[in-house]
């Protein structure tokens, strides 16, 4: 069964440093989308994109957090400079359409 | 925005017993989504609800949307370990975007 595909699984980083996550979605799925999830909390929506355009990057803190998604395919999430309060699970997913949603394993960020 | 609550935050059954947790909105809602993250996993899309009153069984889960479409429930039947985790609701909050609920984390004590 297709999967949607994450790295890396786990990423410490000091405070101040860049830090990316990358994400390949399901083959097919035009829209991708990237989550925050903190512990004990629901995903967050940070950033929605279809095929290769931002539809949605409302909760998106524009002025660390970036994201691009080229060729309509995969996806990197950035963080410069990382803080303290980015320690969380990022999450990506995608869907065909109005679906349901695949979600990758995710990526287990620590910022000390 | 739209907002979702779920309740309860937290359950803690014996195996065997059921397990119900709720969802509910001020507003309308046009469908909902129900997933399942495992300890340590991730979500996994378990049913979409679109109906009013609509009523969905998977095995021992049931599903219900309300009539007013405003509140859904999962229900569990005769829970089993395997049933650990969190459930979360997640409801429609424009094109394709989902708005999660903070989840309900069922722990089944053998």
């Known amino acids: 069964e297709a999967e949607v595909a994450q790295s890396p699984r786990y990423k410490i980083t000091e405070k101040s440093q860049a830090v990316a996550f990358w994400c390949d979605p399901i083959?097919?799925?035009?829209?991708l989308y990237w989550y925050r999830q903190i512990l004990g909390q629901g995903p967050e929506l940070l950033v929605q994109?279809?095929?290769?355009?931002?539809?949605?990057d409302s909760q998106l803190p524009k002025d660390r957090f970036s994201a691009e998604r080229l060729k309509g395919v995969d996806s990197t999430l950035k963080i410069q400079p990382a803080e303290l309060g980015d320690s969380a699970m990022y999450l990506c997913?995608?869907?065909?359409?109005?679906?349901?949603?695949?979600f990758g394993p995710g990526t287990r960020l620590t910022v000390t | 925005g739209q907002q979702v609550m779920q309740i309860p935050q937290y359950q803690h059954v014996q195996e065997g017993e059921d397990f119900t947790t709720y969802c509910n909105s001020s507003t309308t809602l046009s469908n909902i989504q129900w997933y399942k993250q495992r300890p340590g996993g991730h979500p996994v899309f378990l049913i979409q609800l679109v109906k009013s009153g609509e009523v969905k069984k998977q095995k021992r889960l049931t599903f219900q949307f309300g009539e007013a479409k405003k509140n859904s429930s999962l229900h569990i039947t005769a829970t089993q370990t395997t049933d650990v985790g969190t459930y979360f609701c997640?409801?429609?909050?424009?094109?394709?975007?989902?708005?999660f609920g903070a989840g309900t984390r069922l722990a089944v004590h053998p």
């Open positions: 997640a409801v429609s909050g424009g094109y394709n975007k989902l708005i």
């Open positions: 083959s097919g799925h035009a829209t």
């Open positions: 997913a995608s869907s065909w359409g109005q679906s349901e949603q695949y």
């Open positions: 994109f279809q095929d290769e355009s931002v539809v949605d």
